[in-house]
């Protein structure tokens, strides 16, 4: 049996093996994934976010259990941050998910950012297509929110949940790295910590205005996710996001932002590496280097001269 | 007067106009860059990331100090983190170097990574490009040592100088994060803290196979920016790199690597620009999408198919 017919007979190995075909960008891992294409759509996926440290791997963990007692198929791409300096998930988080490991029903995989940067998030997205193909019900997509991450994790969910903790200032640092405007839920995590209310009421103030603007009700769900606290009210408010997304037609144009974006990026990846290519078998181009740094041309001019001669059309 | 007059002038805010101008990727700002190669390439560019909170930034102003003391001009990039959550510097550092803000000798922007990625990287080397027109003898480039961004310093500098402090473990998380390879210069800063030595000597021990396999000898320099403490020191050792850089013809083959990726980078702006302008052109892209939503197309397949028809040539 080929590789995609025991994927297809919900062979595990095979899943595993594919996912790192895509991860790793193997020869013709788009046709595999085209291949894929025509099984996936019916995951649903849910981008979990927020500062390191808030526990966001013990709230994939029991939400993935949720939905597992649901009858639901759960894959999980946890993507670790590339500097440790950052916090974030690493061996420890992923050991307190071991008990998942034994389950026919869940997977659970590991990405590093380390020196991927956009390719991850186009990797990321793969991934998941390759968990929906198979035919998991919930894809959990976990990212620490630091910096451009964040912003990729909506073109990768049908829901964003921003989680953060009681913290002085929590909120406001939310506001400022720009999670209030991508959060479709919020969680509030370790609840049971002081000031819990007060985080409460203060993103219950500052939603006023999204919520005034927007048929949804951006719901704070406070969770203490060790105690298994607050998980089955999470699980609610991300169906009834679905729900209110598959009414609204917004699920449809979401998705069909997401397709356009998709054919960009692998577009644009394509276009790279014919870059590099296309450089590598110009043997004036060393000269060309030589003539640069010698101050006879410049950098800009001599792309733009390359884009006239290899890449327009007239 | 033309800007570009009155930039050769040394007008500082032509100067500041002309760096809004090619930060936010203005009509023909690529022509205006174009215009001031010819006068660019004497500079010499400094790195300095580490971890948030190891006093970058007060580092960037004490060295800064130094090398004005020495008849020096001096342009200073900050590379703000686009998540406070990582720390790093914020409007409380940019108060710090109130006191350079006078001095005609110096130029300080703040550049922010919210939401940009890829193109800070180019937009940072395209700002640092401007400052080396002007005539700044010394280009300063501090940035937090957070995932993709410490790479990209390397693409930006002559020298990289990694900062740490006296932590538990900051060494260790040092190496983790990538930031071993791309030093050419360590600092110990807040080295009149405890565990200093400690630090040092682990540096120390992790720098044997480096310098064993180089002439240059990875300094580490412990400094206490606060008290000015060091900071001779670290000038010294970027001024030493900076020699042996000329002498031994790296800093040759460097330029060089960078001029490349940045031919690179232009011609996947264009690529990318040109993209866009493509899709929004073909009125059949919106009926492709809803093909591909609806499952009777992919997008791997659609992105090949544009590939051919746009960008591939026989």
Redesign the interface.
């Known amino acids: 049996m080929s590789l995609l017919d025991r994927f297809r007979n919900k062979d595990r190995r095979a899943l595993s093996r594919i996912i790192s075909y895509v991860e790793n960008r193997k020869d013709s891992y788009?046709?595999a994934?085209?291949n894929l294409?025509?099984d996936a759509?019916n995951a649903y996926k849910i981008g979990l976010t927020g500062?390191?440290g808030v526990g966001k791997s013990t709230l994939v963990d029991r939400l993935s259990e949720n939905f597992l007692q649901n009858g639901g198929k759960v894959g999980i791409i946890a993507v670790d941050?590339?500097?440790?300096?950052?916090g974030g998930a690493f061996l420890g988080d992923r050991i307190r998910m071991q008990r998942l490991v034994g389950n026919e029903d869940v997977f659970i995989r590991s990405m590093a950012?380390?020196?991927s940067?956009?390719g991850l998030a186009q990797a990321t997205k793969d991934v998941s297509l390759v968990y929906d193909a198979f035919g998991f019900d919930y894809i959990l997509i976990e990212t620490v929110?630091?910096?451009?991450v964040?912003?990729d994790i909506v073109d990768a969910s049908d829901s964003v949940v921003v989680v953060i903790v009681p913290e002085s200032g929590d909120v406001i640092?939310a506001m400022?790295?720009?999670l209030m405007e991508i959060a479709n839920i919020f969680c509030i995590n370790k609840s049971d910590r002081e000031g819990a209310d007060r985080v409460l009421s203060e993103l219950n103030h500052l939603l006023q205005i999204q919520r005034s603007k927007s048929e949804w009700s951006f719901p704070v769900i406070p969770t203490a996710a060790v105690n298994n606290e607050g998980i089955d009210q999470l699980a609610k408010a991300i169906m009834q996001h679905r729900e209110y997304l598959l009414e609204s037609d917004l699920f449809?144009i979401h998705?069909?932002q997401q397709?356009?974006k998709?054919?960009?990026s692998?577009?644009?990846m394509?276009?790279?590496g014919?870059?590099?290519k296309k450089?590598k078998s110009a043997d004036s181009f060393d000269n060309l280097?030589?003539d640069?740094?010698n101050?006879k041309a410049?950098?800009?001019?001599?792309?733009?001269d390359?884009?006239n001669k290899?890449?327009s059309?007239t």
Not at 145 to 148: F, K, N
Not at 298 to 304: E, G, L, N, R, S
């Open positions: 788009q046709e994934l085209a294409y025509p759509g500062p390191p941050p590339s500097s440790p300096f950052t950012t380390r020196g940067s956009g929110g630091v910096g451009q964040e912003l640092q400022k790295a720009g449809k998705r069909k397709i356009r998709d054919i960009i692998y577009l644009r394509m276009l790279t014919n870059i590099e450089l280097l030589e640069i740094y101050g410049d950098p800009i001019t001599t792309a733009i390359i884009y290899h890449y059309r």
